[in-house]
């Protein structure tokens, strides 16, 4: 169980502002966000934060938008652009509830 989720979200924030040059390189910053949120998931439930519920929410979020920036589910009416965006805004409300 990692101890110093910040420093994952960091690592996530840095695979956001990446540009990603093929599908291989999008599906390891997608598998890499994906295994992130599960351990900052358990992290939350073993150490039983406050706002733990709407954490848990931001982190699906963030997994939701990143699946359609990096192309691994439909990005609906939004562009990439906007996915990002959103991706990062969550990314902020993860940090602030740990």
């Known amino acids: 169980m990692i101890t110093a989720p910040r420093i994952s979200l960091d690592r996530i924030g840095t695979l956001l502002d990446?540009?990603?040059?093929d599908e291989l390189a999008r599906a390891?910053?997608?598998?890499?966000?994906?295994?992130?949120?599960s351990v900052?998931?358990?992290?939350l439930e073993y150490n039983e934060k406050p706002q733990r519920r709407?954490?848990?929410q931001r982190l699906h979020r963030l997994r939701s938008h990143c699946a359609a920036m990096?192309?691994?589910d439909s990005r609906g009416?939004?562009?990439i652009a906007?996915?990002?965006?959103?991706?990062?805004?969550?990314l902020s409300q993860v940090r602030s509830g740990l």
């Not at 900052?40 to 992290?43: A, G, L, R, S, V």
């Open 82 to 90: 906007q996915h990002h965006q959103f991706a990062l805004e969550c």
């Open 18 to 21: 990446t540009e990603m040059p």
């Open 28 to 37: 390891a910053a997608f598998g890499a966000v994906c295994g992130i949120c």
């Open 40 to 43: 900052i998931e358990e992290y």
């Open 54 to 56: 709407y954490t848990v």
């Open 70 to 72: 990096f192309g691994f």
């Open 77 to 79: 009416e939004y562009s």
